[in-house]
């Protein structure tokens, strides 16, 4: 069955540092996503990406980060300068849309960041 | 705005147990409503997806949406060792497909 993947899993980094966070979304899809999630919180969404561009992000996705498709299967997420809140486990996630309306998104087993 | 909210839990059953999840929304344009499993460390696993209000099930899990309550609940029957874990709920509009996750709860289910 066909899955998301992301690397690397663990990711260790000092405060000030940048770091791209990979993910391989499943291959048909079309829809991608980054979410976060701080130790004993919500999964929080950060943002949606579609044809090569940004449709929706939300208030935690701020000038600090980005992201990318830099070619036909890889979608990163670069933190540009760590700070120790960024400290979370970080999913990527993809979809297809159906016909019928609604989707479901699938989700890669995410990376954890530790910002010291 | 606390907008999907569940009980954290932990809820610990024997095994064969009948399970109830609950949680509840205060968003009315949700109209999308997802369970998701979750072990520990890992990514969140689509459980269950329903549409507006009803019932849907898929072997031993039940998902049931009540939107004039706002109340989301999920069964499970003859529960067993495995489905140890967290369940997210979540919700999302029909205008973005976004979900919004409650915390989890974390469910036990003892031999």
């Known amino acids: 069955e066909p899955e998301v993947t992301q690397t690397p899993s663990h990711q260790v980094t000092q405060m000030g540092q940048e770091v791209i966070l990979r993910c391989v979304p499943i291959s048909n899809h079309l829809y991608f996503y980054w979410y976060r999630q701080i130790l004993g919180q919500k999964v929080e969404f950060l943002v949606s990406f579609y044809n090569n561009e940004i449709s929706e992000k939300s208030e935690i996705f701020d000038d600090q980060f980005s992201v990318e498709r830099p070619d036909g299967s890889n979608f990163t997420l670069k933190i540009r300068s760590t700070k120790l809140e960024d400290s979370a486990m970080y999913f990527c996630a993809s979809s297809v849309r159906t016909s019928g309306g609604g989707e479901t998104q699938y989700f890669g087993p995410g990376t954890r960041l530790l910002v010291l | 705005q606390k907008e999907v909210e569940q009980d954290p839990g932990p809820l610990s059953v024997p095994e064969g147990a009948i399970v109830s999840l609950n949680c509840t929304y205060s968003?009315?344009?949700?109209?999308?409503f997802m369970w998701y499993r979750q072990y520990s460390r890992k990514g969140p696993e689509l459980l269950m997806y329903?549409?507006?209000?009803g019932n849907k099930e898929d072997g031993r899990f039940t998902a049931q949406v009540d939107k004039s309550s706002k109340y989301i609940s999920l069964f499970i029957r003859d529960s067993q060792p495995s489905d140890s874990a967290t369940y997210l709920c979540?919700?999302?509009?029909?205008?973005?497909?976004?979900?919004?996750f409650g915390r989890g709860t974390s469910l036990i289910v003892h031999p």
């Open positions: 329903t549409y507006s209000s």
């Open positions: 979540a919700s999302a509009s029909g205008g973005s497909y976004i979900p919004t």
């Open positions: 968003n009315s344009a949700f109209q999308y």
